[in-house]
């Protein structure tokens, strides 16, 4: 269905090619997972597919990639808008109309489909991804899990044969992940439909890959089963690294089939349950007062109440994980903490001191936060110019915010536009430049959006270390996998009130959304990570 | 059955009873004419996000009233016999001979002012009406092929507004994280510079997809076809251009109005017949033109007719006398006129509810 012949891309100014003489063939009907860290030319490859890259993007393409028979190189991505449809990272960034039923004939009324033919395919469509309730509504009323159906219905509806899918579910909480997997799935079985799927959080993906393309990250690309790519593969789900530490052959990719080879693990592990305290700072069990004090925190839009009677305590050195659905009040809660965000009711105390009453360079000095967005908080045209402003604004001396960027990611290049940065590299200059103020709380806003599971780890490390060094830290995200192995207490939200909170492993452990896979194979016997098991088993 | 109107029915409906308002400056009238498309705007508009800026054109209205009476007052107040304050006068050099800052004010000038902006507010108003109760976006989804590309630019450009807004308000709130500046100019590098760039990204995106979903899928076209219906496009625009300036315009030389009008409109028609060749897409689900939409649309076009009749006949009831100072009278075939504005209210079917749950639009973007 899709054959890569000799496929180079180098982009204008590129150094390197982004991909160096790539041969693959993707069979019909087949799911297809790319993997890679970031910058490894995993959206290059998904917009070759079609034509997007290079007609749209530029670059010097050598070799030809051939679609069902139609090379890219002679059809421009309108042209094979019948063949390939595209879904991008950020689906409400790529919606046209503003409701939608309107949005699932656009695609049909650029091809000039007959009338009653497109009818009749919006409603099929309508029903395959589930989506019939919401045809009416506009657009930006939709959840992130609802949008990203519209996007793919959208693309579907011109009947494409392959289906190509940038991160799909890297915005989403874990049930709307799951309903939107659900939908792929189905397209696979029932349509025949080939997709490509590029994903950094792959734990979820990979049980339903029929191949998996790697992209090390030096411009080839191996294709294979994914047992098989991903028994000697870098980055790998924990349910991989747990098979690869237990020695299971062949390599379980989904959690049922981990649990069927897990009975002597299980037997192995001399303690019934392992998860090591890793705030090593003196405060965790001291019990002294709290950093940061919150009493029945409001946070009202208009009618609609984000946060509703929110109670908080954060200690020195422990890290806290705010977890909850899309919408459930998670950002509205952190902005409030800050005091840069609206708060209708409560108290918020930071010693003795409420954030919202002082003025901005004060309260970030008690608080600070990394926004969903850290580009925003930059506008500078290099790296350095952004430190040296980030040191005059909190009266550092000069040089403080380089030297805490310089601990977080060693090669942050000077003289870079911070746009040109890797999401990692970004987050890390936002991250220096609100620790240069010294804050005692740290708040960070889906931190892990973007990140692969290198800079992943790298983000753990240095939220362990700021614990540490005592400092109150709330990381608010979806990804269960990253709040096992970094937090040591979690609070669920839902629809504005904290509905579970405790320490991990007794919060996520048994919940079905947010149980790690490591626990998921292991239970009952409570383990959060492939380390926990490995330290055990060391042990033992 | 409950169903939507077609958008261009209510725009025709609304710009007839513009056209009714800018032929009187009797209050009583205008009072009556919003009174009648506010009732009409109650009645019929829908549950969607456009539909609640009705208030935003009645305060723009009651703005546009203000401005108007405070610069009569401030600039040329005295006009009739009955002075109602005087204010110091501001002394101006000779050279600007005619152009008088304060002095005295007098009833006759405020009322007229008050009755010129009234009129000013109701053309608003219609307007606004015909905006609330037809999607701008279907509107524009119901121009002709030949325009087709130059809609999509609107839709593009309708969608970004409320995205720059957004952008914006999450721009200046992460700005206080980063501690506030002192300078206020920094405002256009720290606020302005980072909308754009992300304005920009999001506008490279949305090409994106439009390509890859087809826009564009047309075949190419002759140099000659594409200059010919250029020429009559523009032509056509020029004439109904002028054509409604002098239907609107009482003063304006008859030959400006109706004929120029029906010659614009046959030339713009030709224009997007020639040009609606070359685009071969199709339409989804087009709004239909049935027996409503011509009562509604014809409702307002014999509200206007009735009003232009009257004004070249009898214009005394529509032009209420200011010298000597006196209480308008309501006359009676106008009033009845605009009364008949309120049919739509009945004829119009009754609209379709989306039971749109509002999800909170957070000011701190970014939630969704």
């Given at each position: 269905m899709i054959r890569f012949e000799q496929v180079s891309l180098t982009y204008a100014?590129?150094?390197?090619?982004?991909?160096?003489?790539v041969d693959l063939t993707i069979e019909a009907g087949e799911l297809c997972l790319v993997i890679g860290p970031t910058g490894a030319g995993k959206s290059t490859l998904l917009g070759l597919i079609n034509g997007l890259v290079p007609h749209f993007t530029g670059g010097t393409l050598n070799g030809r990639v051939i679609v069902d028979g139609r090379d890219t190189r002679e059809h421009k991505p309108r042209d094979l808008a019948d063949l390939v449809g595209v879904v991008g990272q950020d689906p409400l960034a790529g919606f046209?109309?503003?409701t939608v039923e309107e949005e699932l004939a656009y695609a049909m009324e650029q091809l000039a489909v007959e009338a009653p033919v497109m009818r009749k395919r919006v409603e099929e469509t309508l029903d395959l991804l589930g989506i019939?309730?919401?045809?009416?509504?506009?657009?930006?009323?939709?959840?992130g899990g609802q949008q990203q159906r519209v996007a793919i219905a959208s693309v579907l509806t011109a009947h494409p044969r392959v289906l190509v899918l940038d991160?799909?579910?890297?915005?989403?909480?874990p049930t709307a992940a799951e309903d939107v997997l659900a939908a792929i799935t189905r397209l696979v079985h029932d349509l025949g439909v080939t997709v490509v799927v590029a994903e950094h959080r792959m734990e979820r993906v990979v049980q339903y890959a029929d191949r998996v393309i790697e992209?090390?990250?030096?411009g080839s690309a191996r294709i294979g089963e994914p047992a098989s790519v991903l028994s000697t593969s870098d980055i790998a789900p924990p349910i991989v690294h747990l098979g690869r530490l237990a020695g299971w052959?062949?390599?379980?990719?989904s959690v049922r089939d981990a649990r069927r080879l897990a009975d002597p693990l299980r037997q192995r592990l001399s303690v019934r349950s392992h998860v090591p305290?890793?705030?090593?700072?003196?405060?965790?069990?001291?019990?002294?007062?709290?950093v940061l004090a919150a009493e029945g925190v409001v946070v009202t839009y208009g009618d609609t109440v984000?946060?509703?009677d929110v109670s908080v305590e954060l200690h020195a050195g422990r890290v806290v994980a705010l977890m909850g659905r899309?919408?459930?009040g998670k950002s509205s809660l952190l902005w409030a903490l800050q005091g840069s965000g609206p708060r209708a009711g409560g108290t918020v105390r930071v010693g003795d001191r409420d954030p919202m009453k002082l003025s901005a360079a004060d309260a970030r000095a008690l608080v600070g936060l990394v926004p969903q967005?850290?580009?925003?908080l930059l506008y500078l045209d290099t790296v350095d110019a952004e430190c040296a402003q980030a040191d005059r604004e909190s009266d550092a001396v000069d040089g403080t915010c380089r030297k805490l960027a310089d601990r977080l990611v060693?090669?942050?290049?000077?003289?870079?536009?911070?746009?040109?940065?890797s999401e990692g590299q970004r987050l890390a200059l936002v991250l220096a430049i609100q620790l240069t103020a010294s804050p005692q709380v740290v708040l960070l806003d889906?931190?892990?959006?973007?990140?692969?599971y290198n800079a992943k780890d790298r983000l753990r490390e240095i939220v362990g270390e700021l614990a540490n060094e005592g400092h109150a830290i709330v990381i608010a995200t979806h990804d269960v996998e990253f709040v096992a192995a970094a937090a040591d207490d979690v609070i669920v939200m839902a629809d504005g009130e904290i509905v579970a909170t405790g320490p991990t492993a007794d919060v996520i452990?048994?919940?079905?959304?947010?149980?790690p896979q490591v626990a998921k194979v292991l239970s009952p016997a409570v383990y959060l990570t492939v380390d926990d098991v490995a330290q055990v088993l060391g042990e033992g | 059955m409950p169903r939507s109107l077609h958008p261009g029915a209510w725009w025709l409906w609304a710009l007839g009873m513009a056209t009714a308002a800018s032929r009187t400056t009797n209050p009583l009238l205008l009072l009556l004419v919003i009174v009648v498309v506010a009732q009409v705007v109650a009645a019929r508009r829908?549950?969607?996000?456009?539909?609640?800026g009705f208030k935003a054109y009645l305060l723009l209205g009651l703005i546009v009233i203000g401005v108007r009476v405070a610069f009569r007052v401030l600039?040329?107040?005295?006009?009739?016999?009955?002075?109602?304050f005087t204010l110091p006068r501001v002394p101006l050099p000779?050279?600007?001979?005619?152009v008088r800052i304060g002095g005295p004010v007098s009833a006759e000038g405020v009322l007229g002012a008050i009755y010129d902006g009234l009129r000013l507010a109701t053309l608003l108003i219609c307007v606004g009406a015909a905006n609330v109760l037809a999607n701008p976006k279907r509107l524009l989804k119901a121009v002709p092929p030949a325009l087709h590309e130059a809609g999509v630019a609107v839709t593009v450009a309708l969608t970004v507004a409320p995205q720059l807004i957004e952008s914006g308000q999450r721009v200046r709130r992460a700005r206080r994280l980063r501690g506030e500046q002192?300078?206020?100019?920094?405002v256009v590098r720290t606020v302005l510079l980072p909308v754009l760039t992300d304005a920009l990204d999001r506008s490279l995106l949305l090409a994106a997809a439009m390509d890859g979903r087809g826009y564009g899928h047309t075949n190419t076209v002759e140099r000659s076809r594409r200059f010919a219906t250029s020429a009559l496009m523009l032509g056509g625009l020029a004439g109904i251009c002028c054509g409604t300036y002098g239907l609107l315009d009482?003063?304006?030389?008859?030959?400006?109005g109706v004929p120029m009008l029906v010659a614009g409109t046959v030339m713009a028609w030709a224009g997007l017949a020639v040009g609606g060749r070359r685009v071969r897409r199709s339409r989804y689900r087009p709004d239909p033109w049935r027996a409503p939409e011509w009562l509604v649309a014809g409702t307002g076009i014999a509200v206007a007719a009735i009003f232009v009749l009257t004004s070249n006949t009898d214009a005394s009831g529509l032009v209420p006398s200011l010298q000597p100072l006196r209480w308008p009278a309501l006359p009676l075939m106008p009033a009845l006129a605009a009364g008949l504005g309120l049919l739509p209210a009945w004829l119009a079917p009754p609209v379709q509810r989306t039971n749109v749950v509002t999800r909170a639009a957070p000011a701190m973007a970014g939630a969704a």
């Open positions: 100014d590129a150094p390197a090619p982004t991909l160096r003489d046209v109309t503003d019939a309730e919401l045809r009416n509504r506009p657009m930006r009323t939709l959840s991160e799909p579910t890297s915005a989403l909480d992209l090390p990250g030096d052959n062949p390599l379980p990719l305290d890793r705030s090593i700072g003196a405060h965790s069990s001291g019990g002294a007062g709290a984000a946060v509703r899309n919408g459930s967005t850290p580009a925003d060693p090669d942050l290049p000077g003289d870079h536009h911070p746009r040109d940065l889906e931190p892990t959006r973007g990140l692969d452990s048994s919940s079905p959304a947010f149980a | 829908g549950d969607a996000p456009w539909a609640r600039l040329d107040g005295q006009y009739g016999a009955h002075v109602l000779s050279f600007v001979h005619g002192k300078r206020k100019f920094a009482g003063t304006a030389p008859r030959v400006l």
